[in-house]
């Protein structure tokens, strides 16, 4: 059983008993029902949550897919509902809504679900501009990260990014860890598509990459003709490139000390979390390549991401003159829904100055 079909299944008592007090406010809002009918709606609302990931670790099928598809859209909407129960009833004690104004309210959720689901299914490219001193000549790297194919993406996924990558003007792709989900297995074919893809891809695993084993992710990597960089580094042109590995379970966070750095190159670092930058930029690193955050992936967590993480989107320099870049991500984590983020690869344009 996978990480995450074992977490679900940890939490899915409490997540049926939330359930069903959603479901009985939700209802009384707009006349009531039984409350034995809630307890079997909650019940099986509770079994989708875990069932379809329990099968999808043994192998992926489409009718799992499509369950857990329809659970994670539920979880956004249950978020999205509790939200505006608790605005009704707190509107209620001062005023009294009549019922055409609840009923609107709560259709705002199935609105907004259209617009999150096509907003996390749309794939944009966005560009920035890195200028470095020590770069012998400019160069366009393609950031990205949290692919997170699994259950809610499957190989169309895969096959999206490539056709986007061969359409940019880029020489090399950089992948920040989370390129598997967890969801799901892995097969040695699922990642074949990037062996299509113009250009070197360069992969570092992120804490996604392990829950149901790195040894597959990396192997259908290297079927796919994927660089993978796991505490290792290579040089590409101008550039020298370093994937730390990252530190999960019983893989403690590897030291880097000097030896990593090449003076004569521009040095970037991929790293799945955009932590210890101010170390690794004192160290020598240029650019740090990150991701994990999903910029908070919907409202109103992207509000929480800015308020909490130092670096949760976008691109940051500090008084060294280094670069740190946080993606949003191309995929999504736990329910198929982004609002207020895209999914992203990021054009990073290298310029000499």
Same mark, same amino acid.
């Given at each position: 059983?996978?990480f995450?079909? =074992?977490r ?15 479901l ?5 809002l707009v006349?009531?029902?039984d409350?034995?009918y ?7 609302i509770g ?5 379809p990931?329990i099968f999808?670790? =043994?192998?992926s099928?489409?009718?799992?897919r499509f &369950?857990?598809?329809?659970d994670? !859209?539920w979880? /956004?909407a249950?978020?999205m509902f ?6 009704i009833y707190i509107?209620?004690?001062f005023?009294v &809504?009549p ?6 309210? $709560?259709l705002?959720?199935?609105v907004l679900?259209?617009?999150?689901? /096509? =907003?996390?299914h749309t794939?944009v490219v966005?560009?920035?501009?890195i ?5 012998e000549?400019?160069?366009n790297i393609?950031? $990205? ?7 809610l993406?499957?190989? =169309?996924i895969?096959e999206?990014i ?6 940019l003007d880029? @020489?090399l792709?950089i992948i920040?860890?989370?390129? #598997?989900?967890?969801?799901? *297995?892995?097969?040695?074919?699922d990642f074949?598509a990037f062996? +299509? *893809?113009?250009m070197p891809v360069v992969?570092?695993?992120g804490?996604h990459d392990?829950?149901?084993? !790195?040894d597959d992710?990396?192997? #259908?990597?290297?079927?796919a003709?994927?660089? *993978? ?5 290579? @040089?590409?042109e101008?550039? +020298?490139v ?6 999960f379970?019983d ?17 970037v ?7 210890? /930058? @101010? @170390?690794?930029s004192a160290?020598g690193?240029d650019?740090q390549l ?6 908070g992936?919907?409202?109103? #967590?992207? /509000?929480?991401? +800015?308020l909490i &993480?130092?670096? +949760?989107?976008?691109l940051?320099?500090n008084?060294l003159?280094k ?7 191309v995929g999504?984590?736990?329910?198929p829904?982004r609002w207020g983020?895209?999914?992203e !690869?990021v054009?990073?344009r290298l310029k000499?100055?």
């Amino acid at each position: 059983m996978s990480f995450t079909a =074992k977490r679900a299944l940890l939490i899915a008592p409490f997540y049926m008993l939330f359930e069903f007090f959603l479901l009985k406010y939700l209802f009384l809002l707009v006349g009531g029902i039984d409350e034995d009918y809630i307890l079997i709606l909650a019940f099986f609302i509770g079994l989708i949550h875990f069932m379809p990931l329990i099968f999808e670790s =043994k192998k992926s099928r489409g009718m799992t897919r499509f &369950l857990t598809v329809l659970d994670g !859209i539920w979880m /956004w909407a249950s978020l999205m509902f509790l939200i505006d129960i608790v605005f009704i009833y707190i509107a209620g004690r001062f005023v009294v &809504l009549p019922f055409e104004v609840i009923l609107a309210l $709560l259709l705002i959720v199935p609105v907004l679900g259209i617009y999150n689901y /096509w =907003k996390a299914h749309t794939l944009v490219v966005h560009e920035k501009t890195i200028e470095l001193a020590n770069l012998e000549r400019d160069i366009n790297i393609a950031h $990205l990260s949290d692919i997170h194919f699994g259950s809610l993406r499957h190989r =169309k996924i895969i096959e999206d990014i490539a056709d986007k990558l061969n359409g940019l003007d880029c @020489e090399l792709a950089i992948i920040s860890g989370d390129l #598997a989900d967890g969801t799901s *297995v892995v097969e040695p074919d699922d990642f074949m598509a990037f062996r +299509n *893809v113009g250009m070197p891809v360069v992969f570092t695993p992120g804490n996604h990459d392990f829950y149901l084993g !790195i040894d597959d992710v990396i192997a #259908a990597c290297r079927k796919a003709g994927i660089i *993978v960089l796991d505490n290792q580094s290579m @040089e590409f042109e101008c550039l +020298n490139v370093h994937g730390l590995a990252y530190s999960f379970e019983d893989r403690s966070k590897p030291e880097l000390d000097e030896s990593f750095i090449k003076r004569d190159k521009v040095n970037v670092l991929i790293y799945h979390v955009p932590y210890y /930058w @101010e @170390e690794f930029s004192a160290q020598g690193f240029d650019v740090q390549l990150s991701g994990h955050t999903h910029g908070g992936q919907f409202y109103p #967590a992207v /509000w929480f991401g +800015n308020l909490i &993480l130092k670096y +949760n989107m976008g691109l940051f320099k500090n008084d060294l003159g280094k670069y740190i870049h946080v993606t949003t991500g191309v995929g999504f984590t736990g329910t198929p829904m982004r609002w207020g983020t895209d999914s992203e !690869i990021v054009l990073l344009r290298l310029k000499k100055f």
